[in-house]
Nanobody, 114 residues
């Protein structure tokens, strides 16, 4: 599975961004798709994940502010990020879990700063 992430950029605190991840195959055939992020000097961490069953889960820091969703017709998963904070600054990576294998996109930079 190839993943192409986009939508990052520079935004002021309190602003919004929507990240997109286009997969090379139908996302309805993928067990789980998610977004991770990695800030400088920190480990990569899970932000949000959605499963083929329809269930979604979020990191505590993302709950109430971020929403993960998918468009099967476009093979695309989105991460809508609202009320962004400086601590959300990181490179965001799209992930797809197919059986025992994890696939990663190239990452998109999100910078929250005034």
């Amino acid at each position: 599975v190839q993943l192409q992430a986009s939508g990052g950029g520079l935004v002021q605190p309190g602003g919004s961004l929507r990240l997109s991840c286009v997969a090379s195959r139908s996302i309805s055939s993928i067990n789980a798709m998610g977004w991770y992020r990695q800030a400088p000097g920190k480990q990569r961490e899970l932000v949000a994940r959605m499963f083929r069953s329809g269930f979604s889960s979020y990191a505590g820091s993302a709950k109430g502010r971020f929403t993960i969703s998918g468009d099967n017709a476009k093979n695309t998963v989105y991460l809508q990020m609202n009320s962004l904070k400086p601590e959300d600054t990181a490179v965001y990576y799209c992930n797809a879990g197919v059986g025992p294998t994890n696939y990663w996109g190239q990452g998109t930079q999100v910078t929250v700063s005034s």
